[in-house]
């Protein structure tokens, strides 16, 4: 069974990572109640978190436009590979469009994102708090559906592990 390549396997594990950690700190900080330094401090942490996934997609895309991702197992149903290559797509979708309107939702609020404290990002909006509201319902939105998609990746890549026992899952194993 022919692989992933090793920058393939690298970006997906460590955008796998960071999307962890910033789902796991974005549910932490909105439950600290007030306004306070720890709670300021997890927002900066977590958008820094979201301006790298943003980056690490860019570099994935950028990486399987020029290297092809595996052939899927010969005896896998059509529909499978069809459903695999949606599912795909919706999760690739989801790494740009929830950073995106995480960052949005943070202009819209006012507050302009610093990546790591240093770098500001560009305001391409002002504040508008009908839209902040707007922009924070569809970050949680996109989120529900990430952890959805996420949770059926986790099922399916399973499956073919411990069910079928075709290799799919270990073609993206370090």
């Not at 109640?33 to 977590?46: E, F, I, N, V």
């Not at 895309?61 to 005896?75: F, S």
């Not at 990546?115 to 839209?131: M, N, Q, R, S, W």
Request: hydrophobic share 55%.
């Amino acid at each position: 069974m022919q692989r992933y390549t090793i920058p393939a396997i690298v970006l997906h594990w460590l955008t796998a990572l960071l999307i962890v950690s910033a789902f796991a700190l974005g549910v932490t900080m909105v439950d600290i109640p007030g306004l306070t330094p720890t709670k300021l401090k997890y927002y900066s942490w977590h958008k820094w978190l979201g301006v790298t996934v943003l980056g690490l997609a860019c570099l994935r895309i950028l990486w399987r436009l020029t290297h092809a991702a595996p052939a899927y197992p010969g005896n896998m149903p059509g529909w499978q590979q069809k459903a695999a290559h949606a599912l795909h797509g919706l999760l690739y979708l989801l790494i740009f469009a929830i950073p995106l309107s995480g960052y949005f939702y943070s202009l819209a609020a006012g507050v302009p994102v610093v990546y790591l404290g240093v770098v500001p990002l560009p305001v391409f909006i002002d504040a508008d708090p009908e839209l902040k509201a707007v922009l924070k319902q569809v970050h949680y939105a996109f989120n529900m559906l990430l952890l959805s998609a996420i949770a059926l990746h986790l099922l399916a890549a399973l499956k073919h592990h411990f069910i079928d026992k075709d290799g799919v899952l270990k073609r993206m194993l370090p």
